[in-house]
């Protein structure tokens, strides 16, 4: 389980709709990490799936299909969150999960657009996920499957 925003890169969120610059960390930060995600990139590297159906890779005698081939995670899914059409997008993000025997793997993400948040009030957030293989409350790892932040916009 991987936690984005890293902790140097902002558990807490604070920027004023007035001043564009106090957003701009943030939005290039967003950028980058969703690079990978652009639909060119991922065109190149993995394969088109079916959605909702899962992508069962046959070993095919003693040829091993290893390491099996990823699906596609376009960043144009993301809709409006996705940072394309819109470059004023301060958003947050993400609990993510992979493998490492998928080459090119693009962990799947979570992004949140707020659409009535109050402003000039701290909004903390919590996104959790819910699986039966992500132990809930662990004592080794107290925020396994879930990151928490602290929104504020001025």
Known sequence: MMI????????????????????????QALDRFLTPYNDSIQI???DECDPDKYNFQN?????????????????????????LTDRDWPAAREGRHGSVRHVNY???????????ITTNEDVNVECKIISTN????SDRDKF???????????
Do not use: H
Request: net charge positive.
């Open 44 to 46: 190149q590297k993995n």
């Open 106 to 116: 693009s962990q799947p993400l979570v992004a949140i657009k707020f659409l009535n």
């Open 134 to 137: 992500i132990p809930a409350g």
């Open 4 to 27: 984005r925003p890293k902790g140097l890169e902002a558990l807490e969120i604070v920027y004023n709709t007035q001043n564009t610059e106090s957003w701009d960390l943030y939005t």
């Open 59 to 83: 070993d095919m005698g003693e040829v091993k299909n290893n390491p099996k081939r990823s699906c596609q995670f376009n960043r144009t899914m993301l809709g409006s969150c996705s940072g």
């Open 144 to 154: 396994a499957g879930r990151v928490s932040f602290k929104l504020r916009i001025n």
